[in-house]
């Protein structure tokens, strides 16, 4: 798709009329998504003398004026609202073959027939991962640990048309379980996930929205929490011919890369059988999370190199191809100030074709035989996250930004609230009014999920996982249906 001269002379017109940048909020603007995302050039900002941005590939160029005011840096920071209401809203981003050069401007393709609402396993979830490749979207993985966070993390994908992935830790599914219950062995953790997956189950059909149910970080300490999960899923696949998750992650990178790819090898072998994908980590992501400390590893251990990345694609890929790597290119868990997350996106690309040279004739037509996964992106810049998308990254993990939306949409609720919830009895209006609806803890509580639910649209956002759906798939009724309890 072309954008008309017309739109462009228009776009041109508005944007000398008004300054974008009153549009675009502080907090859009270290969010907002750089217009290469949206399929309009690839522009290099340090390749002029001037510091100003220019564009390699430029569909404006027919139009000066336009072709001026894309160069800007209010424009490039504009979020994706304003780009529509200037004719660019129908414009998506797919990425190249190789992961290089400019994006184009195809537009999102249909969902494959196996894809369903509710949660997706099997061939269903490497056709959904495909997909997300082939159109160059990542989906957003929330870590959750109540059945409130869940519901926040399904209203935000019904509310996008999107697919989205929530996920577990083993410390959230412990919470989840109740911290009075005693996890010797790993039982309330694991009794927690079930309860959580289950929980996803009933609800994710009736959203409208496919699901991934996978859980995240499994230290080799933590392993026999992953065996319980996937003997759940063993004896729910011989119920249903699927298994309980969709997936688990096995994060061995801590030791050596031998032991690291053994362990992995095993444990695909064993998920493959029932439909379940693997997840596997390769370099350290730094800083810390639910108990893994990495503040101070080495700064090489940060960036895996493409020769290592191959090693995984060479033991894994004979047993099965439903696994993904979670590789570090300067990944960091937690939220920094701007400047301080180093992310190199370009190793991805480094072993993409790296891995394709090898492959040679047997290499896939997109130069993109590895899916990665990407951990610790609070805190980077949105066209870091995107330049990684571009070079095969299908899922972004997200804990830190929406645990502090969970929380600050209950602070702000008692901020706005303070008078009526200092006692049972007695506010503003008189020593005798009752309380009640404002300490009611649903009412918080919705606070917190509203605040979680507008911070996940802006995940969605910068990860380019928009109207994914098309309106295609429809909430299911009540009853049993493919992903259902078997009850």
């Given amino acids: 798709m072309m954008l008309s001269s017309k739109s462009l002379a228009l776009a041109a017109v508005l944007l000398f009329s008004y300054d974008v940048d009153a549009f675009v909020s502080p907090q859009q603007s270290r969010t907002s998504t750089a217009l290469a995302g949206y399929g309009i050039g690839s522009w290099n900002k340090s390749s002029s003398s001037g510091g100003a941005a220019v564009a390699t590939r430029n569909p404006w ?13 209010a424009f490039t920071k504009a979020p994706a609202a304003v780009k529509k209401s200037y004719g660019l809203g129908s414009w998506s981003k ?20 196996s894809v ?21 979207y990542a989906i957003p993985a929330v870590n959750c640990v109540s059945s409130s966070g869940i519901n926040a993390c399904l209203e935000a994908a019904a509310r996008n048309d999107s697919p989205v992935i ?104 064993r998920f493959s059988k029932v439909g379940m994908l693997l997840e596997m980590e390769l370099g350290i992501t730094g800083g810390e999370e639910d108990g893994v400390n990495n503040e101070d590893v080495a700064l090489e251990d940060l960036y895996s190199k493409p020769e290592e990345i191959n090693q995984v694609y060479e033991a894994l890929s004979p047993i099965s191809h439903m696994y993904t790597v979670a590789a570090a290119f300067g990944n960091v868990h937690g939220v920094y100030s701007p400047g301080n997350v180093k992310l190199e996106p370009k190793i991805l690309s480094r072993a993409q074709a790296y891995i394709s040279e090898k492959l040679g004739n047997n290499a896939p037509a997109d130069g993109k035989p590895v899916n990665f996964v990407f951990h610790g992106g609070s805190g980077s810049d949105v066209t870091d996250i995107q330049e990684a998308i571009g070079y095969g990254v299908i899922k972004m993990n ?50 917190a999920e509203a605040e979680t639910v507008d911070r996940l649209d802006q995940c969605f956002s910068d990860l380019l996982c928009t109207n994914v759906c098309g309106g295609s798939l429809s909430p299911s009724p009540r009853g049993k249906s493919i992903g259902g309890l078997p009850v």
């Avoid at 160029?61 to 840096?73: L, R």
């Avoid at 797919?94 to 027939?113: E, N, R, V």
């Avoid at 369903?116 to 056709?127: F, I, K, L, N």
């Avoid at 830190?400 to 939306?405: A, E, K």
């Fill in 61 to 73: 160029d027919d139009v000066n004026e336009a072709n001026k005011v894309a160069k800007t840096d």
């Fill in 94 to 113: 797919t990425s190249s073959p190789g992961g290089s050069g400019p994006a184009s401007s195809t537009k999102m393709t249909p969902l494959p027939a």
């Fill in 116 to 136: 369903h609402a509710g949660v997706v396993t099997g061939q269903a979830q490497v056709d959904l991962l495909n997909h997300a490749k082939e159109n160059g």
């Fill in 166 to 269: 929530i996920q577990f830790s083993s410390g959230g599914s412990q919470f989840y379980a109740g911290k009075g219950l005693d996890n010797t062995d790993f039982a309330a953790a694991i009794d927690g996930a079930i309860s959580g997956a289950f929980h996803v189950r009933t609800l994710a059909k009736r959203y409208g929205v496919p699901v991934i149910l996978h859980t995240d970080h499994c230290a080799k300490k933590l392993l026999p929490w992953i065996d319980g999960l996937l003997e759940a899923s063993e004896n729910y696949y011989q119920m249903n011919g699927e298994p309980l998750f969709s997936s688990h992650m096995i994060d061995l990178s801590e030791e050596p890369i031998e032991e690291n790819l053994e362990i992995c090898k095993d444990y695909l072998a």
């Fill in 398 to 447: 997200i804990d830190t930004d929406t645990q502090w939306s969970y929380w600050n949409g209950i602070n702000q609720y008692s901020k706005k609230n303070y008078d009526y919830l200092q006692g049972q009895i007695g506010n503003p209006e008189g020593p005798e009014k009752p309380n009640k609806k404002y300490y009611d803890p649903r009412e918080c509580m919705r606070a």
